[in-house]
């Protein structure tokens, strides 16, 4: 092993031990081809490397227990390190080093850190199963993971703050939407993390960090259904058990990729389920396809005493001839240039697709003055339920909640009594479009984004986003996102979710809508993953290796 | 990317899912420089490759989501691919791949599967904490692993038996032993897995798998406190609860390189903790340094109400100095030729480092003799307490633990009283040897077994242990295992313990004793560390890559 690669390997260790972040940029190439692995995902390109580390925030103190060298080439060495953490447990780092004219630069990196209990981001606690369903059912062998708002026999509701937990007693029953679960078969595999009190759909939470997004490594995952969301989105569970008070289901399912439904309002018990704001809290679910969702769906939504579909108003036996698909103009005009555009390719391919399906446009209204008026209610709401907590918790809440209470405080009657009013005629308006139709909207106005996002554009991220999701929760109209476009971002391909907004009880068949609208128009999986991979060779093969 | 480079990708990804061993096996250059790490550890060699995919089973179906290719010189690319599991997750793959002349291989691979909720191997269930402690007191910070034979409030306890899981209710209480840590501000991080009843010393079982050897990987971790010793080993813990009755505790800490103390008989209360063979049952801990152990054993063996040493008969308060060690002979002659080695040349360094510290060596007698007397007392015991339900239950114990149950149902009254009458002899004589020394020995004949060791050999490890364990078991005495020897196996360098056994209530001694014997004689680690990488130049490196 040469001289300088060893000397520049000790250097990158001490680099990284300071969190030296320019030290580190440096040491790896700095080139679009740079690749940086682990278990989060793939990173291409220094840029997306740097802004990685930005975020990173160091690594735990650790020593190299054994390192093993391998010359691939002259100028060209394979470094594999295992190390030992002070904490315990240890890691594993696989580099390929190469020398550029003036030092040895990693071109590429693969890095195991040390195995967790769990991801606390993700999780408050899971067992194995936390609770055992019926041994047969419907819904047997899925795995559900409960949003902290939602009451799990024995267990505290934490509701995404760690004063809430402190000041909570166990739940001595199970609430009917979980018990309903169980009942069919499915285990409770957890209890999954909510933003704070629900009130935030980004999926950020400043107390035990930020679950990662499944789909897209970088990206926050939605909320405030999060944790559910990233636990199905990685495989840790199957079904998602949330709320959706302003698109806590659609949200981190638009971001994810998943299948998530908001249901009809009223339509599951929300019993045993922390409110925020009772106009608009409903119950629903994610999964990640379409099959697991309507297994939930139908079991859930039939009375929970059999398997059977439930009565007409929810049944999903359409098979979507027929069926009028309205768009919402002004939605599509909020969303980003590239999901507007998705979206409209899209749409031209599912109006093909299913046979005697048609197509229109109708308006919505003034979308910014529709949210404002819902976040007013739904402010005044949270705080008569909530605003005593939270005076008597200064410092409880993180920066963004906090605000958010803040101004919920300072809405007065008549400004509450005013917006009510208001939404009574986008109430009536997104009914009346319903009565006889679908309406079809992109999820949210574009795809997740990036962790490192600053406050205030998060604030106006989530501004955007409640313009698309409002209408329907005003409506009192169930909702379902289907994980149907890609679109661009800055941290590479990214789902972006088509929203399926129904009459009232008609849940299980927007389901079977969505259903047969993702066979009729996404590109499967494997095939996708087939075309994919046939095009990386042309693609993406690059050399990054030695010159 | 060359076109038979992509076939050879492509064969690899159809073999891994069939798990087409020979295929797999051929793709890997058969050398013993091929590298394979994932986050249980780094294999170094087709040999170690290879008997690794022979226990493995199969990878979950997967597709390629994603595919970067880099040459790094004519005869070697760089090929990192991205899998979407077909039951969600992704997974990263990165693979050095060499142009033999008859085709393409692989030299080195790194591999980060999906990742999982939690390692169901090691816990049954965790939290983020499951039980908060007090906020003050000196194990704050601390988190603890709870063996799944001790009752923690709100939980069942599972023994490491699905069935037995099944029939359990609740908890009412925590136990003590639990309680204490809690008081202590120790926090609860899960419950953990155990060998079936804690009937066993390997560490395997057959219902939720093998826990990983956080030391040595691929090698069994020990048991029957086998998902405390991982949960430590791995750093997703700090303190193991567990239990002693033949080894429980000192053959994990033995296997993976911890501190682990037995405490004296009836010293810490076993209310609330499944018995075994109540003769011998003992509670004690895991640790991975002896400051943090002796924290432990400082509050707990303190009557827990203050955190001041304990009365005389355990107080640490020895420098060493003046300590009579007496090593059994026939203990060091059961080891296997490596461990006795090392062991011996330990004693040497032990010896001359503290001052005054005088080294004997001592009979204890036919150790195989004495092993079949514990054996039988112990299984007599054992199926007094168990036998109903293990013939309640047909089928619901995995192989090794029902026959240890079948031989036990055997042992007539005449037999159990026979062995009982000679162990009393033993238990005569080890006290008189620690009534004025402590006993030193290795705590296990050799080093962790591999995983794929087979029955009947496991069998012969599993009596070779007892004869090493079994006297401080039947002396009713205390015993710590010290992470001290460092031996050769066919997994790798492996660590042993080097055992202290001491008179009755002198635990908190012993585990000074063993600090200052660790401080005078062990390479400090992060000295053994820096020795290693810096001896990686020499030693290790080789050019594994195109020729």
């Known amino acids: 092993m040469p001289a300088d690669l060893r000397a520049a390997l000790d250097d990158y260790e001490r680099a990284l031990a300071a969190d030296d ?58 470094l594999v390190s295992v190390h030992a953490y002070d904490g315990g447990g240890s890691g594993l780092q696989t580099q390929v080093w190469r020398r550029d004219p003036d030092r040895w630069r990693v071109v590429a990196a693969h890095v195991t850190g040390r195995t967790r209990a769990f991801d606390r981001t993700v999780w408050r606690t899971v ?49 009917p939407a979980v018990l309903d679960l169980l009942q069919g078969g499915a285990s409770v595999r957890g209890i999954a ?21 499944g789909a897209l490594p970088g990206a926050l995952p939605g909320g405030s259904t999060s944790g559910p969301a990233s636990a199905v989105a990685t495989g840790q569970a199957d079904v998602g058990l949330g709320t959706d008070t302003a698109g806590s289901l659609r949200v981190p399912a638009s971001y994810q990729g998943l299948w998530g439904l908001r249901t009809t309002h009223g339509l599951v018990p929300r019993q045993g389920v922390l409110p925020l704001a009772p106009s608009f809290d409903t119950v629903g679910w994610l999964a990640r396809d379409g099959a697991t969702l309507e297994r939930v769906v139908r079991w859930c939504l039939a009375d929970g005493d059999d398997a059977a579909p439930g009565d007409g108003s929810t049944d999903g036996s359409t098979d979507g001839a027929g069926t009028r698909l309205v768009v919402p103009v002004e939605a599509v005009e909020a969303c980003d240039p590239g999901t507007a555009e998705a979206f409209r390719a899209w749409l031209r391919t599912a109006a093909a697709a299913l046979p005697g399906c048609t197509l229109a446009e109708a308006s919505l209204g003034p979308l910014d003055a529709w949210a404002a008026d819902f976040r007013t209610v739904q402010a005044a709401e949270a ?7 939270v005076r008597a918790h200064p410092g409880a809440l993180g920066a963004a909640v906090a605000g958010r209470f803040a101004t919920a405080a300072q809405v007065t009657p008549a400004q509450e009594r005013a917006a009510r ?3 009574d005629g986008l109430r009536a308006r997104v009914r009346a479009l319903v009565a ?34 409002a209408p329907a929760a005003v409506g009192r109209l169930p909702a379902l996102s289907v994980p149907l476009l890609t679109v661009p971002s800055p941290l590479g391909p990214a789902p ?3 929203c399926l907004v129904g009459a009232p009880r008609t849940d299980l068949a927007l389901v079977a809508l969505g259903r047969r609208l993702a066979a009729a128009t996404a590109v499967p999986a494997r095939a996708a993953a087939a075309a994919t ?15």
Chains 1, 2 share one sequence.
């Open 496 to 498: 972006v979710g088509v």
């Open 421 to 423: 009013e208001r939404l």
């Open 21 to 78: 972040l320019p030290a580190l940029d440096d040491a790896f190439a700095d080139e679009p081809t740079t690749l940086r692995g682990d278990a989060a995902g793939l990173l291409v390109g220094a840029d997306a490397i740097r802004a990685f580390r930005g975020t990173r925030g160091g690594v735990a103190p650790r020593t190299t227990r054994r390192l093993e060298a391998r010359r691939l080439a002259d100028d060209c060495w394979l």
């Open 383 to 389: 705080w008569r339920l909530h605003g005593a907590w």
């Open 193 to 213: 993390r909510t933003d704070e009190l629900a009130y935030s759909v980004a999926g950020d939470n400043p107390h035990h960090g930020t679950p990662p997004n």
């Open 436 to 469: 006889d139709a679908v309406l079809v909207l992109p999820t949210t106005p574009g795809p997740a984004p990036a962790r490192t996002l600053d406050p205030a554009a998060l604030d106006a991220v989530r501004a955007a986003t409640l313009r698309l999701t």
């Open 127 to 175: 067992g194995d199963p936390m609770y055992q369903g019926a041994y047969d059912g419907p819904l047997r062998g899925l795995r559900v993971a409960v949003k902290d708002v939602v009451a799990v026999k024995g267990y505290r509701v934490g509701a995404g703050n760690p004063t809430w937990l402190d000041g909570a007693t166990p739940e001595r029953h199970h609430a």
């Open 533 to 547: 991979a046939a095009a990386a060779p042309a693609d993406r093969t690059t050399t990054g290796g030695p010159r």
